[in-house]
């Protein structure tokens, strides 16, 4: 048993030295070593379905969820290994291995020792430190650069999850973890479900989430598809916009970040400020034929105003001075004229 804890130790080092290391199962021996067996002092959250802990392995961390025995079956724990076994990208959290342990126990039922079954079933992933985004949405310094930087990492972790046909089901600001670079890390699988390559919706009787962030045609109709991880998108957006999930007009939203920017990147920013909030009320639309078809969609708006915004500013440097005539000749020539002043 030792020599197996020893061997998986060495595993898990190499896999957190090799990112394209595939993830593995893990004895349950080496979990409970590297988190103190499952110590209150290396706690670093719970909720209502699992305990995570911080695991110490040489001089690296890993965070390792505990799953609750009584609030999921084997069904749902194959489930999310299953989609957690299926991402690797930049904006998800990487999924690091696995253990699902039976044992036996002794326990005492109706004044009698009776043989029980204990089951462990555990997670293990990369350690991400600066916690979830929920803390940094309610900090009143922050900057728009790095929101910005969250919204657009968020975009393109859900665009990836939904080309790979997962639908995630419990987005929130608690679920994406924040790196050192204060990138977006999507984390939680618990309730996602891994659709077939044909398949693009199903029904469920079973309506789980998070209050605020459902759609409302999951919460009412149990109905599963991409576009309520659209409306769940949008809810975050517009939380870190505004620090709060209720609507303001849009006018109201970039007054309240003007006094905040730089002055000469001012109205360049209130445009993005402008596309991120309108794209978030898109989102949150009641009805989803009207949100944006796929968070692709949302990405390619992000990236094309990004194309214009760094057009703009060269032609300012080097066009506007000679002619602004060629400027707005060329806007309209890309198809663009909604920029045009």
């Known amino acids: 048993m030792e020599r197996k804890a020893s061997t998986a130790r060495s595993d898990l080092e190499e896999m957190l030295a090799d990112e394209t290391a595939e993830p593995k199962a893990l004895p349950l021996s080496l979990l409970q070593d590297i988190t103190g067996d499952f110590s209150d002092d290396q706690q670093i959250g719970s909720g209502g379905f699992a305990v995570v802990y911080k695991g110490i392995i040489g001089n690296r ?3 390792v969820k505990r799953l609750s025995n009584a609030l999921m079956d084997e069904t749902e724990f194959h489930r ?3 989609c957690l076994m299926r991402v690797k990208h930049k904006n998800v959290v990487r999924f690091l291995g696995y253990c699902a342990d039976r044992q036996g126990s002794m326990e005492e039922f109706d004044k009698k020792l009776v043989m029980a079954d204990v089951h462990e079933r555990l ?3 990369e350690y991400i430190p600066k916690g979830s985004l929920d803390k940094y949405i309610m ?5 728009w650069g790095t929101c910005y930087k969250i919204i657009k990492g968020i975009c393109e972790g859900l665009q990836y999850l939904h080309e790979n046909h997962i639908a995630h089901l419990d987005l929130k600001p608690a679920n994406i ?3 050192d670079n204060m990138a977006p890390k ?10 077939d390559e044909n398949q693009s919706r199903d029904i469920t009787k079973t309506i789980l989430g998070t209050m605020g962030y459902l759609a409302p045609e999951h919460r009412e109709g149990g109905v599963i598809a991409h576009s309520a991880d659209l409306y769940s998108l949008g809810v975050i957006i517009i939380e870190i916009l505004t620090g709060q999930k209720g609507y303001q007009a849009t006018d109201d939203v970039i007054e309240s970040w003007s006094d905040r920017l730089e002055g000469s990147q001012r109205d360049t920013l209130c445009k993005q400020i402008r596309v991120c909030y309108e794209t978030a009320l898109e989102c949150r639309d009641f009805d989803p034929k009207k949100r944006p078809t796929s968070a692709l969609t949302i990405v390619d708006r992000l990236h094309e105003m990004e194309t214009i915004q760094v057009y703009q500013q060269f032609a300012n440097l080097y066009i506007a001075p000679f002619n602004s005539v060629s ?6 020539f890309l198809g663009w004229n909604h920029l045009i002043c």
Do not use: K, N, P
């Open 61 to 63: 961390a890993v965070a």
């Open 80 to 82: 999310e290994v299953q």
């Open 123 to 125: 997670l293990c992933f």
């Open 139 to 143: 900090d009143a310094s922050r900057e």
């Open 177 to 179: 973890l924040l790196d």
């Open 186 to 195: 999507i984390t939680d699988f618990g309730l996602s479900r891994c659709f």
């Open 327 to 332: 400027l707005q000749i060329t806007l309209r």
